[in-house]
């Protein structure tokens, strides 16, 4: 992409997000990146989760609820700071005595840095939702494996202009873990199912393999094996231009890297494979937008069908 079309691209970024805080949708923090939702974007993402809802239900998926922080060492277990360090958000905080406090609060007065008077705590902000299942998952499945349906505020440190990539986040997932059978087999089925769903929201959208975004020259080969394997597979909308359009969905296949991680086995005793479908829902509150208007009451009727508003 030439320059130009990347400064084009920052200033339609920026005229959008700008029209969205005009109209009262999106709430400004201030920083790139961190927004609030107004109260018709509250109620979309509640029409959007209800609609996930009514799919996830169909194939018996089993709630369950994480906060949005997980322990450090769960990302040191899964690599996350071999293939990711510049999207973690490490927890800090204060542990010091009177004296340490004083020069903490002075620095902060006179507008200083505050990072080297607090110490690293045993947290981090949660990167994906699926991530904190995986540990709980530990030990056999049961005969046919387990689903669930889980829902998180993500954080990855990408500071950016664009309003559907945001650093704090919703993911809603799905996560399959079983025989290598049954999660390939659930994943296909899936890839279907979801364009359908991206469809039926009046969106153009089109399927094609990914990788992640797998930091530095070592990163290269992983997210080359990924493609090859197709091991990930993202749903595309062309939010801003066809050159560059922006994953509304994934589906991920780990093979058995979380189960070998983590110690996770299938009935017969084999080692068990999982697979993943994240939903970024503030990306597709952003393409419904910008597809079909500020105003939700004059969007296609299909599309307010579909989303029961
Ligand atoms: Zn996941």
Known sequence: MSTQAITSLDEAHLRFKAQLFQHKLL?????????????????????????????????????????????????????YMDNFPNLCGSIQSFV????????????????????????????????????????????????????????????RHEPSNDPARLMSFEIRENVRAGTPTEVQKWRADWLERGLGIIEALGLP??????????????????????RELELKFELLVPI??????????????????????????????GGAHTACLGFGIDRLVIALLKTHGFDMKTWPASVRQTLML
């Open 96 to 155: 010091g005595d009177d004296k340490a406090q004083l020069a903490l609060a002075e620095t902060v007065k006179k507008g200083g840095d505050w990072a080297p008077h607090l110490a690293s705590t045993d947290f981090t902000l949660t990167p994906a939702s699926c991530y904190p299942l995986y540990p709980t998952l530990a030990g056999t499945l049961p005969e046919g494996g387990v689903l669930y349906d889980l829902n998180c505020y993500c954080f």
């Open 27 to 79: 709430l400004d923090s201030g920083v790139q990146g961190i927004v609030g939702r107004a109260a018709p974007l509250v109620e979309l993402v509640a029409s959007l989760q209800g609609m996930i809802d009514r799919e996830s239900k169909k194939d018996g998926a089993v709630k369950a609820c994480f906060p949005p922080v997980v322990p450090r060492e769960l990302l040191r277990k899964v690599g």
């Open 240 to 269: 801003w231009s066809k050159d560059s359009p922006t994953a509304v969905a994934s589906f991920n296949y780990h093979q058995d890297h979380f189960a070998h991680v983590f110690g996770i086995y299938t009935a017969d005793g």
């Open 205 to 226: 959208v089109f399927l094609d393999t990914a990788s992640d975004p797998f930091f530095g020259r070592g990163g290269k080969m992983m997210k080359a094996s990924q």
